[in-house]
């Protein structure tokens, strides 16, 4: 992919009506919510009665270390693993040929491909990836992909020849449940969400593509996540 359309999908990411929107909720919204949880710890104080002495008297002593524990256990609540599947390997994969909407290939059909991972798709070689088992991660709740990755082996990028894989498991059993994936692109990390198009008469898949950007959330509690 060129660096000039990296740098527009970029653009386009950061200007996306509902990152400004966003940001916009972030900047107003941050100190009135802080005060709000301030105020909500207050109206539950008896809950700290479940606590050791010597626990409470510890966040007292030691407050920013307790607010960082309560933050690393949210992120370890983030994600909940629903399924294993099992990948065979894959040999001469060829992402630019595989992924083109004037073909079928393996059963898999798809009807829209987003311009960006085209271009990432034809600019790959040939892919040898070896069999391994792919995970399905269901999301509790909202989150930022900057959290969600690092709980992902590999920061949850996965090969185009296994992403090709999970779409051809879930097409022969008429699963076209929408997912998403993390990909190595032109310019960084993608993440790609591919879910079944409703227009067109023959089952297949709608696949869009977009930068990480790290402000941005996630789709909604329950969204899945595939990697490995």
């Not at 207050?42 to 607010?67: C, M, S, Y």
């Not at 069999?131 to 992902?152: E, F, M, N, W, Y």
Request: one cysteine or more; a neutral charge; charged letters at 25%.
């Amino acid at each position: 992919m060129s660096v000039l359309c990296c740098g527009e999908a970029i653009r386009t990411s950061l200007n996306s009506a509902d990152n400004t929107q966003y940001l916009k909720e972030i900047m107003m919204s941050t100190k009135q919510q802080i005060a709000t949880l301030a105020g909500a710890l207050v109206t539950h104080q008896g809950e700290f009665t479940h606590l050791t002495k010597h626990d409470r008297q510890w966040i007292i002593t030691n407050p920013k270390a307790a607010i960082k524990l309560l933050e690393d256990a949210l992120e370890r609540a983030l994600l909940e693993l629903v399924e294993e599947i099992n990948m065979s390997s894959v040999s001469g994969f060829n992402a630019g040929e595989i992924f083109r909407t004037d073909n079928k290939t393996e059963g898999v059909l798809f009807h829209n491909i987003d311009h960006s991972f085209r271009e990432i798709a034809k600019s790959r070689g040939v892919e040898h990836v070896q069999a391994t088992i792919l995970k399905v991660h269901s999301l509790c709740r909202i989150g930022l992909d900057k959290q969600i990755r690092p709980l992902l082996r590999d920061g949850g990028v996965i090969s185009l020849a296994h992403y090709f894989e999970i779409l051809k498991y879930k097409a022969k059993k008429g699963d076209f449940s929408p997912f998403r994936v993390y990909i190595q692109g032109g310019c960084g990390v993608w993440t790609l969400e591919s879910k079944k198009n409703n227009e067109e008469t023959e089952p297949g898949w709608d696949i869009s593509a977009g930068v990480t950007i790290i402000f941005r959330p996630t789709r909604d509690v329950g969204s899945k996540i595939v990697s490995y």
